[in-house]
């Protein structure tokens, strides 16, 4: 898949028009709540595993018994081998979301020194908002070797960093189109020069394997509301072990800040 694709996919995602709940990281038992609905998507995909394998190993049983297919068959045993790897992708499920579950938990108890507020959306999980504007949407991006999740800035046609709300965050990146509103892209071997070395510099320093970086911006034409963003920008890196880097984030946040600070001051359309 591109990196055009993903910037789609991510889009798509990111301005998922079901409700969110916010939760203010100010009350001690913040965090907890967002544990136990963590929690319950595991009890759910350990139901829906015990469904799913279940009528796969009855459907398997029926073909066995009365469908009587001739193993001399080569499609016989393809459809046999396709059966016998949904039962196993179906029985392992649980352990996938409970994988998943607890790394985005560990995650956020690392960040949450900088963590001012936090919200629980439906099909996506939590939102986190830092203290210096930043935002993170705890979602799971995957690259053909990696996966990583986005920190996002929203920022004010003065430059400035806006610091939204669980809400704000949400609203504003359903309003910015996904394609007539692209600026740019910055990776490692393309973008802006100076982008590019801030971005490989964080890379290098959190241990991921790729680093990428978007920017989305209103035209000037429009005529914003007060106190909205005229650009997002986002950056994403790519690590298999990405919870693992709670600390690494944490001590480069006001780094990886700057760098999306910046783009909009960039030019993307020099060679």
């Not at 996002?152 to 809400?167: E, H, M, R, T």
């Not at 911006?217 to 986002?234: E, K, Y």
């Not at 693992?244 to 359309?269: H, M, S, Y």
Request: aromatic share 8%; net charge positive.
């Amino acid at each position: 898949m591109s990196q055009a694709s993903y910037s789609l996919w991510w889009w798509e995602v990111l301005t998922s028009r079901e409700s969110s709940t916010s939760i203010s990281m100010e009350t001690p038992n913040s965090l907890t709540e967002i544990e136990q609905r963590q929690r319950r998507r595991v009890r759910v995909s350990i139901v829906v595993s015990a469904v799913a394998t279940a009528v796969l190993v009855i459907m398997g049983l029926l073909l066995v018994v009365f469908a009587a297919l001739p193993l001399s068959d080569w499609r016989t045993w393809y459809l046999y081998v396709i059966l016998a790897v949904t039962i196993v992708i179906a029985a392992t499920l649980p352990m996938a979301v409970a994988r998943t579950v607890r790394g985005i938990t560990e995650f956020l108890r690392r960040l949450q020194p900088r963590t001012v507020q936090a919200g629980w959306e439906r099909l996506i999980g939590p939102r986190v908002v830092f203290d210096n504007g930043l935002a993170f949407p705890a979602i799971r991006l995957r690259s053909p070797r990696a996966d990583g999740v986005p920190l996002l800035a929203f920022i004010a046609a003065d430059g400035s960093v806006l610091k939204p709300s669980i809400d704000d965050a949400t609203r504003w990146a359903k309003s910015f189109r996904p394609l007539r509103e692209m600026v740019g892209i910055v990776t490692r071997k393309k973008g802006p020069p100076e982008s590019q070395t801030i971005l490989e510099t964080v890379r290098s320093r959190l241990g991921a394997k790729k680093g990428l970086c978007l920017l989305r911006g209103h035209g000037s034409a429009i005529n914003l509301p007060s106190a909205s963003p005229r650009w997002m920008a986002a950056a994403v890196f790519f690590d298999n072990k990405w919870y693992t880097k709670g600390e690494q984030v944490l001590a480069r946040i006001d780094e990886i800040l700057g760098l999306l600070q910046a783009l909009p001051t960039r030019d993307f359309n020099a060679r």
